[in-house]
């Protein structure tokens, strides 16, 4: 069945598309340049990537308006949180003004609250749309992601002579399919379906990981050879992206059975 990929729809749009554009999530998915991002290393050779700890809810030892939090001060914590919160930004646009304050309040750091696009009127266009967040979000067990850069400070350790270094800044980015719209598994005709690469900073704040900033950094995003398909197999994800990047813990190449019931992802 064709598919409408349309440029209106609304994906990822609290912290993804917010921080860009005013929360215009259509312009996450706007290819710059034909190259690819250094950031990918296509390859034509089999290989298999590696599997990492970081999930989306991994780890999280509490919740905040419903939102998993409290998440190890770790790498696989880092992604981990980024992949939770990135989600969690767009589905509390449909939310309570409280909860969406407490929700922002915990997931960005103040320079990121404040390009969020968090607003009661960013709300009020979501809300005004039912349809627009029917089916939102970013499925990050079919995707992969690459930890770009980590800021650490030495802790004590048994041995003196070689400190324990803890992470409090984690740069990651993150390739993921991202959905919008209204549909269910016998039609998804009105299923925007786009593949995104998003470049996320985030700090420890002495309790939890929070997102700094997230950019789409420009080049043309990697696509499988059928870019309709919501699965794609491990195989695939290893020739299209290279070296160097993880997949999550809950990697699947199977599309669960509660996958379209689910609204936000």
């Known amino acids: 069945m064709r ?8 994906i990822v749009g609290g912290l993804v598309g917010a921080v860009l554009m005013a929360a215009v999530v259509g312009m996450l998915g706007l290819r710059g340049a034909d190259d690819l991002d250094p950031v990918f290393a296509p390859t034509d050779v ?3 990537l590696p599997v990492g ?50 929700i922002a309040e915990r997931i960005f750091t103040d320079q990121g609250r404040a390009a969020s696009g968090l607003s009661d ?14 089916f939102t979000g970013c499925a990050y067990e079919f995707g992969a992601y690459k930890v770009v850069s980590v800021g650490s400070h030495s802790v004590e350790s048994p041995d003196p002579d070689e400190p324990a270094q803890v992470p409090t800044e984690v740069v990651v980015s993150t390739w993921a399919r991202c959905l919008s719209g209204v ?16 470049a996320a900073t985030l ?19 990697p696509e499988p ?18 070296t160097g990047w993880t997949l ?7 599309v669960a059975t509660d996958f379209w019931s689910r609204g936000s992802l």
């Open 203 to 221: 700090r420890w704040d002495g309790r939890d990981w929070r997102v700094d900033t997230v950019v789409s950094p420009g080049g043309r995003v």
């Open 53 to 102: 700890g970081a999930a989306q809810g991994a780890g999280a030892t509490e919740y905040v308006a419903g939102v998993p939090a409290g998440f190890p001060q770790s790498i696989d914590g880092a992604v981990s949180a980024l992949m939770t919160y990135s989600n969690a930004a767009d589905a509390a646009l449909s939310r309570t003004p409280q909860e969406r304050a407490e």
């Open 3 to 10: 598919r409408d990929r349309r440029l209106g729809s609304w």
């Open 121 to 134: 009127q960013a709300a009020a266009d979501v809300q005004d749309r039912p349809d627009a967040t029917a």
């Open 225 to 242: 050879d059928d870019p309709d398909d919501i699965a794609i197999t491990l195989e695939e994800r290893a020739r299209l992206l290279g």
């Open 248 to 254: 999550p813990a809950d990697a699947t190449e199977e």
């Open 183 to 198: 549909g269910g598994a016998r039609d998804t005709s009105d299923v925007d379906i786009r593949w995104t690469h998003h």
């Open 46 to 48: 089999p290989t298999a």
